[in-house]
């Protein structure tokens, strides 16, 4: 069946860089979208950005200086890197999909709490 | 960047009510979007896409319709599996973007 699984450290000391691990099973990252959306807590959901089918990257403008998506198709691993990491960027970080042009994410993944503090 | 306006911020209901939320989109989405339920600590689970095509598995007494730019979401006789947050999302075009939410809590 279909899964998604983030994976990456809890807490992250301010201005470093955060790495995190978005594990895929059950369908072909060649196939499907993958993106990153984050959630401060009690707060709303932000999109941060896609990783296409084809290898294409897009960015939310916000946060394309300090961002970057890549992926790993021989492993099933979507990578999401940002740095100088500041107490707002605290929150869950999710990986989603979509299964393509003018649909909306269907699965995702549990998520995974970060917290940026000294 | 298309911005979604969700409303009410919060909402109170007793079981079995009817309640309605929506969301106003800052252009014309052509019916492109869907409805999110969150429960704490959980992801959100997709509810409606396309205006108000249900999911598999979406119980009936959810609802969605409009287009242009204004939607709504509605649940008929809330029950107590409902109280959650919801959103609603745009996927006309990147950056997808969400509504704000909007907090369903027991009467």
């Known amino acids: 069946q279909v899964q998604l699984k983030e994976s990456g450290p809890g807490l992250v000391q301010p201005s470093q860089t955060l790495s995190l691990t978005c594990t895929v099973s059950?369908?072909?990252?060649?196939?499907?979208?993958v993106h990153w959306v984050r959630q401060p807590p009690g707060k709303g959901l932000e999109w941060m950005g896609r990783?296409?089918?084809?290898?294409?990257?897009s960015y939310n403008s916000a946060l394309k200086s300090r961002l970057s998506i890549s992926r790993d198709t021989s492993k099933n691993q979507v990578f999401l890197k940002m740095n100088s990491l500041q107490t707002d960027d605290t929150g869950t970080y999710y990986c989603?999909?979509?299964?393509?042009?003018?649909?909306?994410?269907?699965?995702w993944g549990q998520g995974v709490m970060v917290t940026v503090s000294s | 960047d298309i911005q979604m306006t969700q409303s009410p911020p919060s909402l109170s209901a007793s079981l079995g009510d009817k309640v309605t939320i929506t969301c106003q989109a800052s252009?014309?989405?052509?019916?492109?979007i869907a409805w999110y339920q969150q429960k704490p600590g959980k992801a959100p689970r997709l509810l409606i896409r396309?205006?108000?095509t249900l999911e598999s598995g979406t119980p009936s007494r959810f609802s969605g319709s409009g287009s242009g730019r204004d939607y709504s979401f509605s649940i008929s006789n809330v029950e107590s599996e409902d109280i959650a947050s919801y959103y609603c999302?745009?996927?006309?075009?990147?950056?997808?973007?969400f509504g704000g939410g909007t907090k369903l809590e027991l009467k």
């Open positions: 989603t999909r979509d299964r393509g042009y003018l649909l909306p994410y269907d699965y």
């Open positions: 059950g369908f072909s990252l060649t196939s499907y979208n």
């Open positions: 990783m296409r089918y084809n290898g294409d990257t």
């Open positions: 252009q014309n989405i052509n019916k492109y």
């Open positions: 396309y205006t108000s």
């Open positions: 999302l745009q996927y006309v075009n990147l950056p997808r973007t």
